[in-house]
């Protein structure tokens, strides 16, 4: 089965510097999709970035941006120029396609003003 | 497109009632999600449907739970009798076969809290 690990509960970074969070992944297929989501206090899921297994280029979305290792099995995410609003949680996620998200325990991230 | 929507967002009962969830996916996503979240198991898969149909429903906990989906925009996630230990959030989400990376677009959850 394929699981997913986020090594760090909490992370702290000041306002307007860089932070990278870990995810580490298991599993035995060769095409597969990664996904950071961020969930806020309000709680709802939102997908910060995605990464296609088949693609070597790492994914790059504003300030966010993904290393993905493959042969590693690893996939972590960096945040740029870190803002207030970036505090949440952050979870790590895992899917086969047209399949069920296997998400890692999450993140929380806050920001220091 | 309004998004995923479920309904109540906030749910109290006492144990032993019967408790439905309600989801309305985004109108054309043949893929439709049930998720829990609690914070000792995290967030994990309850049961799929694809075109109304249940795919996998290994995660549904006990008989106590049951999913439907009757038609394309409406599913069901009941708990019948309820009990302390299913308090958490359950989510709803919906995606499209061959859409970007088969995202899944989730709606703002459900706050399921048994007495």
């Known amino acids: 089965a394929q699981t997913v690990t986020q090594s760090q509960p909490e992370m702290s970074v000041q306002e307007a510097e860089t932070v990278t969070l870990s995810c580490t992944y298991d599993t035995s297929e060769s095409d597969y999709y990664l996904f950071w989501y961020k969930q806020p206090p309000s709680r709802q899921m939102i997908l910060v970035i995605r990464?296609?297994?088949?693609?070597?280029q790492n994914a790059t979305e504003n300030r966010f941006s993904v290393n993905f290792q493959k042969a590693a099995k690893s996939f972590s995410l960096k945040i740029s120029d870190s803002q207030l609003g970036d505090a949440a949680m952050y979870f790590c996620?895992?899917?086969?396609?047209?399949?069920?998200?296997?998400f890692g325990q999450g993140t929380r991230l806050t920001i220091n003003p | 497109d309004a998004g995923v929507i479920q309904s109540p967002r906030h749910e109290v009962t006492e144990m032993g009632q019967e408790v439905t969830l309600r989801c309305k996916p985004i109108s054309g996503h043949d893929y439709l999600f049930w998720y829990r979240q609690t914070m000792m198991r995290g967030l994990e898969l309850l049961i799929y449907?694809?075109?109304?149909?249940?795919?996998?429903d290994s995660g549904m906990p006990e008989d106590r739970f049951s999913a439907k989906m009757p038609n394309a925009s409406f599913s069901t996630l009941k708990i019948q009798p309820s009990e302390p230990r299913d308090s958490a959030v359950y989510f709803c989400?919906?995606?499209?076969?061959?859409?970007?990376?088969?995202?899944?677009?989730f709606g703002p959850g459900t706050r399921l809290t048994v007495t």
């Open positions: 996620a895992y899917s086969r396609g047209a399949q069920k998200l296997v």
């Open positions: 449907f694809n075109n109304n149909v249940p795919i996998d």
């Open positions: 989400a919906s995606s499209l076969f061959g859409g970007i990376s088969y995202e899944q677009y």
């Open positions: 990464q296609e297994a088949y693609k070597q």
